[in-house]
């Protein structure tokens, strides 16, 4: 069973940046496709980023327009870890943030498509 640990939240102002880590448990870690959602206070869970890799090489990443030229997505897969760089923060970006993957390689954005989920990490952006 995969287990997925999220880290890296917290408060920050309009304009600063975050770094969310999601260290994963598996051995087999290359094998699956991980991604970051969020979900913000009586809003649907959404699709922020999502990666995949073969023997360690970036073979896609797709990103939400909100996300596009301010959230970076990247995978250490020696370190069983998959960071999501925040800048640029907006207080619509307040949400809990959580990393999930699936085996394979097809990215997505759709929350139905994750198998496994992390219990997520709080992101606060206010004055």
């Known amino acids: 069973q995969l287990q997925l640990v999220e880290s890296g939240g917290g408060l920050v102002q309009p304009g600063g940046s975050l770094r969310l880590s999601c260290a994963a448990s598996d051995f087999t870690y290359n094998h699956y496709v991980i991604g970051w959602f969020r979900q913000a206070p009586g809003k649907e869970r959404e699709g922020v980023s999502c990666?995949?890799?073969?023997?360690?090489?970036?073979?896609?990443?797709v990103a939400a327009d909100s996300a596009k030229g301010r959230f970076t997505i990247s995978r250490d897969n020696a370190k069983n870890t998959v960071y999501l760089q925040m800048d640029s923060l907006k207080p619509e970006d307040t949400a809990v943030y959580y990393c999930a993957a699936k085996r394979g390689t097809i990215v997505t954005l759709h929350p139905s498509d994750m198998a496994y989920w992390g219990k997520g990490t709080l992101v606060t952006v206010s004055l």
């Open positions: 990666i995949s890799t073969i023997d360690g090489t970036t073979v896609a990443t």
